[in-house]
């Protein structure tokens, strides 16, 4: 075999996942480790969804690295563009630069259980690594849902994760398929702009204001005089939505009472009862993704936008047709239909230790070990793995506890010393699902009556975490090595075998 590099870790992809693995490992004195990025530059999701309109809806202060914080956010809900320069600084300020290999997409990873390393081929060449972090995060490969005729038309067809800045839609007509949270922040943004926009909204989401101003100059000052006082911003909207997580978790009921608070968001705009029937969901609040704008139900009250409660069935030449029979003729159609999340592409190059996918091992549904490791992956971690989404608060508080679990296995491995690895034990993958999927049974995303992104094929929950960040974090805090075999290569295990006279294989489980 030709020689390669090898490093102790390779992280994969350079969103605020990746970056914050690469700044902790550099935190635990690891410098031999690579972060490996498909595209041109970093800021995964945050590089990708550049449309119109794109922003956070969770709040700046809160949305960023606890050991990064920003005094200067400009807005209490960041736009797209100043969080993407949030991580490119934070490339440059902890020293990423050099670790980072732009263009240098993750082809196949195979389990070597002689040598106990990953073999990595990317588009640039392979190389092999001790310890892998998948950081590509579950919002990385839009998806588009497979419509009849669309191959035939002959308009512009882009999705919102991929937006086609050259094409002007200014006086187009335009359909945008979907009402998740990417699509309510596009329709306010083109709808002054195009002649007509034909919205598909085959479920209504419930909508709630976003209360976005700017943070004023005096605030920043005192942010950047005295960080506590940013600290103290960061806990207390960490405490308002640390507090709401039951009503999600174990009252659903609860979250009646913000039914009435977004249907008054509603009825403030649309003043048309036939629009806001149409516009109203029948599902718990919460169920789906609470979305926050102020703009989107003004937007669809405008002359030049129709409302179809009815998703895309086919198009027809430049005829987009709804399955209530409902026809427009456009001449672009923008997908905000969502990405791959519990049938995450990246699992179909990942090969195990028993010579399988990933995504073959979970063809029934995902399944981890505390968010991070899986059965038969050994040394392979993830970042935002099954089950640790958030409904209601930051995903950056979840990645910073994943972290902190990464940090405790590599120092676990170091304390073993010699060629080791980690393999999580199928008995605790289970039982940890077990208690996720128990957990999950009260929460409003399984029992609010919706279907969505949440819930895979089979309808379980693998995206969702069903208890507070807090709680999480204090899950991940440590590794239990009892979850875990310790797995010895072979040179050592013979060298141990010939004391206890007790070698049975390659690499094989010791504890
Ligand atoms: P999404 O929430 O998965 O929404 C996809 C939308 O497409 C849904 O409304 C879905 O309808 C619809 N759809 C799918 N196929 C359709 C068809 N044939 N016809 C009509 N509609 C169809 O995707 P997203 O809006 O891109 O958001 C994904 C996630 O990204 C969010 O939940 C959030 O976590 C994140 N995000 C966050 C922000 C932010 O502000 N932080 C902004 C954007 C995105 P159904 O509801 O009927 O399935």
Known sequence: MAEHEHVRVAVIGSGFGGLGAAVRLRREGITDFVVLERAGSVGGTWRDNSYPGCACDVPSHLYSFSFAPNPDWPRTFSGQEHIRAYLEHVADTFGL??????????????????ALRWEIETAQGRLSADVVVSATGPLSDPKTPDIPGLDGFPGKVFHSARWDHDYDLRGKRVAVIGTGASAIQIVPAIQPDVARLTLFQRTPPWVMPRLDRAITGPERWLHRQLPFTGKARRGLLFGIRELQVTAFTKHPNQLGAIESLAKANMAKAIKDPHLRAKLTPSYRIGCKRILLSSSYYPALAQRNVDVVASGLREVRGSTVVAADGTEAEVDAIVFGTGFHVTDMPIAERVVGADGITLAEAWKDGMESLRGATAAGFPNWMTIIGPNTGLGNSSMILMIESQLNYLADYLRQLRVLGGRAALGARASAVHAWNRRVQDRMKRTVWNTGGCDSWYLDANGRNTTIWPGTPSEFRRATR???LA??????????QETAGDRTGAVTGAAEAVA
């Open 97 to 114: 630069r050099p670790h980072i290999r732009l263009n240098h997409e993750v082809v196949m990873m195979r389990w070597d259980g002689d």
């Open 478 to 480: 440590a590794v239990n």
């Open 483 to 492: 979850e875990y075999e310790v797995i010895r290569a072979r040179s050592e």
